[in-house]
């Protein structure tokens, strides 16, 4: 695929997950955050299922579950049932920009927390970019305004704590995930989180209904989009790309959230704005590939 290509792949991919901190709004005017997570998953499951078995992947399905079957269980836990858990409650009375910026920290999270987990050493640029990051994330929460009407709210604090799920994913992901055909091992683990977000609203008493028209297609979109889609672009830029480039596109994730809000006549504040660009700068400079020495000239004779 052309490079053009692989850029808007990864343009995409941060577009839907952008558009996933807006359509939960209608989404959680119908379901319980409970309810909303499982049956998210549960569509993307079946979804990511289809794709694997139009693959050819259907016996590496089978391989993944009966060989690494307790690690695709934890990954799910921690990425899918751990990350949306706290993240649909947190939308329930936090904005999509403050969620979104929150979640901007991402990359450098991550960073940090291999470094303490699996002893990656991380760069000057990450350790100077750590507090203007968190400085754009606290501006961001005290100059926002949620959507219960107040400065700052549980549900930021909740955005963090998916923010952390999401990181520990991310860590996790990079000992644990097995090799072998990736879209069968994303079927097995989305199956893991889809079963036991489907318990925790059943055994928490959260109904699992069909909801109206229009939150019905925000969850369809969200499945299918915020999550299938979202994946298998992000995959084939990393891919082709790497990691850290790739990981460059996080930065629109915000943008896009924001700019999706507005158009639905949600305008950020100015203490969002400011906090915004300040998380946006912090991990776009974190992110930074390393500086190449300049190459010497060689000696010519004399």
């Given at each position: ?52 078995l139009w693959r050819g992947q259907g016996m590496a399905m089978l391989g993944a579950v009966r060989g ?235």
């Amino acid at each position: 695929m052309a490079g053009k290509g692989v850029y808007g792949l990864a343009a995409l991919a941060a577009l839907f997950w952008g558009a996933n901190f807006n359509l939960a709004a209608p989404v959680l005017a119908e379901l319980t955050p409970l309810a909303a997570a499982a049956e998210r998953f549960v569509l993307a499951t079946a979804i990511m299922t289809a794709v694997a078995l139009w693959r050819g992947q259907g016996m590496a399905m089978l391989g993944a579950v009966r060989g690494h079957g307790y690690r695709l269980a934890l990954l799910g836990t921690v990425g899918i049932f751990g990350f949306n858990v706290l993240f649909f409650d947190a939308m329930r009375t936090t904005s999509a920009v403050n969620g979104a910026l929150i979640m901007a920290t991402n990359p450098l999270l991550t960073a940090l927390l291999a470094a303490a987990t699996l002893g990656e050493r991380p760069s000057a640029r990450q350790l100077a970019a750590l507090p203007l990051a968190l400085a754009g994330v606290a501006t961001v929460i005290l100059g926002g305004v949620t959507a219960a009407g107040s400065a700052t709210g549980i549900g930021d604090v909740e955005m963090i704590c998916a923010n952390l799920a999401w990181a520990a994913y991310n860590v996790l992901s990079r000992k644990m995930m097995p090799s072998g055909p990736q879209f069968a091992n994303v079927a097995v683990m989305m199956a893991a989180g889809a079963v036991a977000l489907t318990a925790a609203a059943l055994v928490g008493g959260a109904p699992l209904a069909v909801p109206g028209v229009a939150a019905s297609a925000a969850l369809l979109a969200m499945a299918v989009f915020g999550s299938v889609l979202a994946y298998i672009f992000w995959t084939m830029a990393i891919a082709r790309l790497g990691a850290g480039r790739t990981a460059l596109f996080l930065n629109l994730v915000p943008v896009c959230a924001t700019m999706i809000g507005a158009l639905g006549g949600d305008l950020p504040s100015r203490g969002q704005l400011a906090g915004g660009m300040v998380v946006i700068v912090a991990v776009g400079y974190a992110m930074l590939p390393p500086r190449r020495p300049m190459a010497t000239c060689p000696a010519t004779p004399s």
